[in-house]
């Protein structure tokens, strides 16, 4: 426990020092109406996202006088977790978009601007207005990018939306859905691993064939997948068992590899047969945002590696990546994780930034809920321990087969438990 | 060079907040919490800032530190049933749980 007794130095220089360091303080803070509140460091975070915005509000909560900056481009944020239960209409837009009052509120200072490129060596971020920002630490957080590819590209997705990041996409999805006659099939074509969202594609599955269930009766739901097994797939395949007859899922030893996707004639080709999709929603590839892949900190592959127990860049020091563009080896891609990271992250960087030569390892968790009707929730969860080449898991698992249907009604209502409480621990 | 001359200043910046945050909420100056400030970060997420829950999961700001851990200790042991602190409360160990009852109870 190195960190203590640095900190117990730290204090004793504090109670010498604290008179003068409180008139500088006072000055800076009027100085500086336009900038971050504080003192301390200059931490800047990318992306105000699941990772992005909780890392910005934790590094705040763990040291308030640090000076944090928050770069978002959107005023709003429109969650992907319970984008499937809007698709299933539990849920309207307004319950899943999230405003950023609250971060401002917590002392983060944030900044609707687009991060175009990072000088490292003197510590620079440019941004799309053409302001520069300087940092102590950095801490990136953009979200997925996609491997655009057999005819499917980012114009086809604005004809047969992936629905794979909120808002737009998500909308004209629900709206294809409404518009669609009875009768017909919903593909969904989920990507190859690593994703965001394992258990996502088949929620979706469920909250579509909930839809389709009440509203046109003779239509359905076929998965075309890109794996031969997914997340949660036994509580999934017993809950679909229970509830629906609309959803058809097929493994990809079955379907064969897909060849070519045709967003216009909603058309979806493997090398066995070509698909006929009322609605299609294909699912591409992914890889790390695309300001991961500017500012170098993938090394040239995919994602980005990163120190597991501080999450600095493995490839550029000083700069943290933290959510789905990181490889955290042992935790799967999602919002609870993100969130989950950048608190071990905060935490880390307020050690490095107070001298600390050694951050202890953290222990961590993750649940993803998911919906297969309005009254049936499962979830997977796990409580980790960092470690330096990977997260073990110390406990967990999926939800246990065959409860009673108020166990499921139970899990269901929880799931709404968490989605409110860790948009409020983000946003609120 | 720039980073070692900010430890410094960081020092006195977190100490300048601990009196507001004296009580263990999470707060880096609150020295004998350090982990534990991680540790129930993890809890939040379902049951709310402080234990006040925003929706369904149930809130945990009203037991104090004995009813805590006796429910920590129980869903661990499988004593209490639980749809999922059946499997959360296992992946701590019981010197962490102690930890998380303080932090969470402020004693
Ligand atoms: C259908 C679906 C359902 C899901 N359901 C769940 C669920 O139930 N539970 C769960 O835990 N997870 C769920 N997820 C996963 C979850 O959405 C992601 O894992 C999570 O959003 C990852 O957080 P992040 O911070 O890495 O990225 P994001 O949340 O995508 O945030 C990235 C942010 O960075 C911003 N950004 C990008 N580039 C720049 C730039 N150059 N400058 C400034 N800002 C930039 C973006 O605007 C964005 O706001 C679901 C995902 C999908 C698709």
């Not at chain 1, 799309?128 to 957080?141: A, H, P, Q, W």
């Not at chain 1, 518009?179 to 969904?188: E, L, P, Q, S």
């Not at chain 1, 698992?397 to 139970?410: H, I, L, T």
């Not at chain 1, 968490?418 to 409020?424: G, M, P, Q, V």
Request: proline fraction near 5%.
């Amino acid at each position: 426990m190195s960190n203590n007794k640095l900190n117990k130095t730290s204090r004793r220089d504090f109670l010498k020092i604290a008179g003068a360091t409180g008139a500088v303080s006072a000055f800076a803070i009027s100085g500086c109406a336009m900038g971050p509140s504080g003192t301390g460091p200059r931490v800047v975070v990318v992306g105000g996202g699941f990772g992005g915005s909780t890392a910005a509000r934790y590094v705040k909560k763990f040291a308030p006088d640090y000076r944090v900056t928050l770069i978002e481009p959107k005023t709003s944020y429109v969650t992907c977790p319970f984008s499937n239960p809007y698709l299933g209409g539990l849920v309207d837009l307004k319950t899943i978009t999230h405003g950023y009052g609250g971060l401002s509120k917590a002392g983060v200072h944030v900044v609707h601007d687009m991060v175009t490129g990072l000088d490292a060596a003197n510590g620079t971020i440019s941004l799309s207005s053409g302001k520069t920002v300087e940092y102590d630490r950095l801490i990136v957080s953009p979200g997925i990018d996609f491997k655009w590819g057999m005819g499917y590209d980012e114009a086809a997705s604005l004809i047969s939306p992936h629905a794979w990041q909120g808002g737009s996409q998500t909308v004209l999805l629900k709206k294809q859905l409404e518009a669609m006659d009875d009768g017909g099939t919903v593909i969904i074509a989920p990507p190859g691993n690593p994703f965001r969202c394992p258990p996502g594609p088949y929620e979706r599955a469920s909250m579509i064939a909930h839809y389709l269930k009440a509203h046109k009766p003779r239509s359905k739901v076929l998965i075309l997948d890109r794996k031969d097994k997914f997340s949660k797939q036994g509580a999934f395949m017993e809950g679909w068992k229970k509830n629906y007859t609309n959803i058809e899922w097929v493994k990809a030893t079955d379907a064969g590899t897909i060849t070519s996707v045709d967003a216009g004639a909603r058309t979806i080709s493997t090398e066995m047969d070509t698909h006929k999709a009322a609605v299609l929603n294909f699912i591409p590839n992914q890889k790390a945002g695309k300001i991961a892949h500017t500012m170098g900190l993938t090394g040239g592959g995919d994602w980005c590696p990163v120190d597991q127990i501080t999450f600095e860049s493995s490839v550029i020091p000083g700069v943290h990546v933290i959510g789905d563009a990181a490889v955290v080896s042992g935790m799967p891609k999602s919002g609870n994780a993100a969130n989950s990271e950048a608190k071990v992250c905060a935490w880390a960087v307020v050690q490095l930034l107070s001298g600390a030569s050694e951050v202890e390892p953290a222990v961590t968790s993750n649940t993803c809920y998911s919906l297969v009707t309005p009254d049936y929730g499962i979830s997977v969860t796990a409580v980790w321990k960092a470690t330096p080449e990977k997260y073990v898991s110390q406990g967990g698992g999926v939800s246990p087969a065959d409860q009673s249907d108020g166990f499921r009604k139970q899990e269901a209502e929880y799931a709404h438990g968490w989605y409110a409480n860790i948009t409020h621990d983000i946003w609120g | 060079m720039r980073k070692i001359i900010k430890g410094a200043v960081v020092g006195a910046a977190l100490l300048i907040a601990a009196p507001a945050y004296a009580s263990g909420d999470g707060s880096a100056a609150n020295q004998g919490n350090l982990n534990s400030a991680l540790l129930v970060s993890n809890c939040v997420v379902c049951h709310g800032q402080g234990g006040d829950s925003q929706g369904h999961t149930p809130s945990i700001d009203g037991l104090n530190r004995a009813q805590m851990l006796n429910a920590l200790t129980e869903f661990k042991s499988g004593a209490r049933k639980g749809t999922i602190m059946t499997r959360i409360a296992p992946g701590y160990t019981d010197a962490q749980l102690e930890a998380i009852a303080s932090e969470l109870t402020g004693n």
